[in-house]
């Protein structure tokens, strides 16, 4: 099967934009990308006319919880559901993900090892979902933030342990707490947790199975602490000071700064569901939040794209939120849209095969009707993505249906 998306506006991941541009897919992978007067097309391919639409790389978020479905108390929903409604829950909020245009994800956090079965059953067809790379469970202190979908552990040696569970069970990323956060009771967000020593355990754990950290992280002195340790991505950077930022830039970890998070949370309301105590906490990070953000992309931090989708009022489908805040907050679309694909490829560690429309690259894109370099809201318009393609199929959106 071969098909050409003719007089596009191709967005290619590079930071390319070609008016008038042609895309060639055979089967699942792209055989040439560029100028439609440059290109000819062979017999018998289809051909679809894309005058006026505008052709860009599968969305990819790198922090989402398949598991939590966004109601106001979530550690209460996730505690009270049975193991097996959680999983078909995260089955149906994988399918909403995927008709937003996201293609892949990193799932950072899980109830139990139920995602990496997710994972199996959309890799093999029987399910509509994204490309998942998932942790299972995270890492966490004992009493620690996260621990409703974490396994608390003492110690190096029982991090060590801890980590090799996960990746026996099918981890393809680690994640640790090295911070207290906002959703657990009875932790500050601005306090460190785990040891240096304990984070160090995990990463070179991890490192051994050639497999990367993401370290939750609020606070400067827990940020400092994984850092020195080792990851390769800090989740939502809240309170970046400077010293944390030069330690990221010097080290090439990335941040991902979960905006839509705090930020949903935030404008609830008192007696909307939320725990006064996460509300509370909220409320009073999320100017300061949005401070680091402008502060980390003046300073030409890496910056890849995370929702954090699954908490409060933060919901899965609803992934393109994060690049309007972004670009609120001093990135051009275009960078906007490149955090969202090429750098989040980067990170997650699928560059080699997504995360570009370039010639040899899997074809997972999304079709839109209108150019999101000019108004980036398009993107969460559901009724302005015509498809949804992945790897050469298109999945979702009326081209889907044709």
Do not use: W
Request: proline share 4%; glycine share 10%; net charge positive.
């Amino acid at each position: 099967m071969a098909l050409a998306l003719q007089h596009i506006r191709l967005i290619d991941g590079t930071g390319h934009v070609y008016e008038r541009a042609t895309l060639l897919i055979r089967g699942a992978r792209i055989v040439a990308a560029g100028l439609s007067r440059t290109m000819t097309i062979p017999r018998g391919v289809t051909r679809i006319n894309g005058r006026g639409l505008t052709v860009i790389p599968g969305l990819m978020d790198c922090h989402v919880h398949l598991s939590l479905g966004a109601e106001p108390d979530v550690v209460a929903a996730v505690e009270s559901d049975s193991p097996s409604l959680t999983l078909l829950k995260s089955a149906r909020h994988a399918r909403q993900t995927l008709e937003a245009g996201v293609t892949t994800i990193r799932d950072v956090g899980s109830r139990d090892h139920s995602i990496f079965v997710l994972k199996q059953a959309i890799d093999a067809g029987i399910l509509p979902g994204p490309r998942i790379v998932g942790a299972g469970l995270a890492i966490c202190m004992i009493g620690g933030h996260a621990r409703f979908i974490g396994r608390e552990v003492e110690g190096p040696d029982n991090v060590r342990r801890a980590v090799e569970a996960q990746l026996s069970a099918g981890a393809e990323v680690i994640k640790v707490i090295a911070s207290g956060g906002v959703l657990t009771p009875g932790t500050s967000p601005d306090q460190a947790q785990m040891t240096v020593e304990e984070l160090t355990a995990a990463v070179e754990t991890a490192r051994q199975a050639q497999r990367k950290v993401a370290a939750h992280a609020h606070g400067a002195s827990g940020m400092k602490n994984a850092i020195r340790a080792g990851v390769h991505s800090i989740e939502h950077a809240t309170l970046l000071d400077d010293e944390a930022g030069e330690l990221m830039k010097q080290h090439g970890v990335y941040m991902v700064p979960t905006l839509s998070a705090l930020s949903t949370t935030a404008a609830g309301r008192p007696g909307c569901g939320i725990p006064v105590s996460a509300l509370d906490k909220a409320k009073a990070m999320t100017k300061r939040h949005q401070a680091s953000f402008k502060k980390a992309h003046q300073s030409g931090l890496l910056i890849a794209m995370g929702t954090d989708a699954g908490t409060p009022f933060n919901y899965h489908g609803d992934n393109a939120q994060e690049l309007e805040r972004m670009v609120a907050f001093g990135m051009s679309p275009m960078e906007a849209i490149l955090a969202s694909t090429a750098a989040a490829a980067r990170l997650i560690g699928v560059h080699e095969t997504v995360g570009t429309l370039t010639k040899g690259k899997q074809a997972d894109l999304v079709v839109l009707d209108g150019n999101p370099l000019k108004r980036i809201d398009v993107l969460r318009n559901r009724s302005k993505i015509m498809g949804v393609m992945q790897a050469g199929k298109f999945v979702a959106g009326p081209l889907a249906e044709g």
